[in-house]
RNA sequence: GGGCCGUUAGCUCAGUGGUAGAGCAGUUGGCUUUUAACCAAUUGGUCGAUGGUUCGAAUCCAUCACGGCCCA
């Protein structure tokens, strides 16, 4: 594409207008004044006044200073937007004359005295008035708003000034992770901030990106975990804490995908799955109280009931449950099982053993059934390289995840803090790592050499935060809760 | 990576082979307590890109780009 016709796209005639408006501000003094201060927010004013009589607000005699983007222009009635919602501002026709040279989009400030309209709603007379900033590029229509679901992503901004949804969306996010962060501080979890740059990328098995260090010499990675650390922290004596922060998973882009997303991880020493199980159940009881008013959850036309107790079986027990016919004998049999994964159309490789099969199965199987808040514990320990096995049966670990609406949205475990074991599980994740699986763990001898100091009796979970937000706020794509989500740049 | 769908004015969308349309926004004027204000007039397009078929392509075909949904 030429210069001049990149020019044509981005500078059009509507542009160019308010480009010669700005030039005629500009001529007569300051076009960009920061001198105005609001002393009062629309929705404020409305939550206030809005149900006062016309006389009565009359005779209070209210004075405010508003100021906001321009939305509508009725000319003598105009809708100004702050971050609190909407009011109308009222231009006398001298007024109109005066700001005529105002468009749809400009950020503006009007003090003036609190009135109500012939219909009841509540204007601000544009006694004094101030054009703050000029807007040079058209708002979307004014009805519809931005819909183009690509334009909603690459320009976020523009979604967030038209689309109240969106906003709102965001606003629960937010009060999302302050809950969380609340709800952990007042059971005593110290907030940690451990390193996202790592030189040997722990916690999961994910494939990781890659950057490098200059001054170093050193490729380094973008973690995909910060469990390995926050553990280290436990070894240190903090006993309990939590992170809320990116990690970074090098893999594809989808509705339930990007490759950075927000997790809050955290651990308790001297308590066990059970315990966190617990923990988790009441804390998204909570939440869901603080945050939509009760327990139920509206999702995409399906509701969660955060309210009753969480369904919990085995990994096991679920795919009999979701399988009738399975049987126990096929599943614990390497040789059957390989035979009904195969029959399910699943790609397992030669190396895979018992437990690595069973939890294909399950995930083929199960996963996407388990609509209503359900968790399934005893994953098997060839899965689970840092989780605790279990004292009876040393073939399952004692681990949980947590599924809603047919998403993995928590992973939590009694922590393995038996250095020895702990090692061998390592060795054994770098022999599947040479043996292809991109997705294996690295052998990390330091951390194994913190356990060795000792690490108390612990127990650790991850939730997804971004997954939770789409629930919270019934958003179908993980991108409608991501300000910013990842897309491949513009030709 | 595969399948299906989409890409037309700043935005939301019509337009299935014969002169590129509407609403909103913009511009000009009118009205002046409106509620997506209203009334009148009016500006604005390489129809995602590149090839092809055709007398003629927004429309049919191919390739590519970007996006959406589903699958891997």
């Not at 971050?83 to 105002?102: C, F, L, N, S």
């Not at 110290?190 to 996202?196: D, G, K, R």
């Not at 029959?343 to 490789?349: E, F, M, S, W």
Request: hydrophobic share 35%; proline share 4%; net charge negative.
């Amino acid at each position: 594409m030429s210069d001049e016709q990149n020019v044509t796209q981005e500078e059009n005639r509507l542009i160019a207008e308010r480009r010669e408006k700005l030039a005629a501000i500009r001529a007569e003094g300051n076009a960009f004044p920061n001198c105005f201060r609001p002393n009062a927010k629309a929705q404020e004013l409305q939550d206030k006044y809005g149900e006062h009589e016309r006389d009565a607000l009359e005779e209070l005699g209210i004075e405010v200073a508003v100021a906001g983007r321009l939305m509508l222009d009725r000319k003598s009635f105009k809708v100004l937007q702050d971050v609190t919602g909407r009011i109308q501002i009222y231009a006398t026709k001298e007024v109109q004359q005066d700001t005529r040279h105002w468009d749809i989009g400009d950020i503006v400030g009007v003090k003036g005295k609190l009135c109500k309209s012939g219909k009841g709603d509540l204007y601000v007379m544009m006694d004094e008035y101030v054009l703050l900033t000029k807007s040079l590029r058209p708002l979307p229509e004014k009805h519809h708003g931005l819909t183009d679901t690509e334009q909603r992503y690459r320009q976020r901004y523009v979604d967030l000034i038209m689309n109240e949804n969106t906003r709102k969306t965001f606003q629960i996010r937010t009060k999302l992770i302050q809950g969380i962060r609340q709800y952990l501080v007042e059971r005593g979890f110290y907030e940690a901030e451990t390193p996202m740059l790592q030189v040997i990328p722990g916690g999961a098995t994910a494939r990781p990106f890659v950057t490098h260090h200059n001054a170093l010499d050193l490729d380094m990675y973008l973690r995909i975990a910060p469990e390995l650390y926050l553990k280290r922290l436990i070894v240190g004596g903090f006993e309990r804490v939590f992170e809320i922060n990116r990690n970074f998973r090098n893999e594809g882009l989808s509705t339930r995908h990007n490759p950075e997303f927000t997790m809050v991880e955290f651990y308790q020493a001297y308590a066990d799955y059970h315990e966190l199980m617990d923990l988790t159940e009441d804390m998204l009881r909570t939440l869901a109280e603080q945050l939509l008013g009760g327990t139920e959850v509206q999702y995409q036309g399906q509701t969660f009931d955060f309210g009753k107790p969480f369904i919990r079986m085995t990994v096991f027990e679920s795919i009999l449950h979701h399988n009738p016919d399975i049987t126990a004998e096929e599943l614990n049999d390497i040789e059957k099982a390989r035979a009904v994964a195969e029959r399910l159309g699943i790609t397992l490789r030669d190396a895979d053993g018992l437990g690595r099969i069973q939890t294909e199965i399950f995930e083929e199987t199960v996963e996407h059934k388990l609509l209503q808040p359900t968790f399934i514990t005893a994953y098997p320990t060839e899965v689970s390289p840092l989780a605790r096995r279990n004292d009876e049966d040393p073939f399952v670990t004692d681990r949980f995840e947590l599924f809603i609406g047919g998403r993995e949205i928590a992973n939590g475990f009694s922590e393995l803090n038996d250095a020895e074991d702990q090692a061998e599980r390592f060795r054994q994740q770098v022999a599947e790592k040479e043996a292809g699986d991109l997705e294996a763990m690295f052998y990390d001898e330091d951390y194994v050499v913190a356990l060795e100091y000792g690490m108390p009796p612990t127990a650790g979970e991850g939730i997804g935060i971004d997954r939770l937000a789409m629930l919270f706020t019934d958003s179908p794509s993980i991108r409608d809760v991501i300000l910013f989500p990842h897309m491949r740049p513009q030709a």
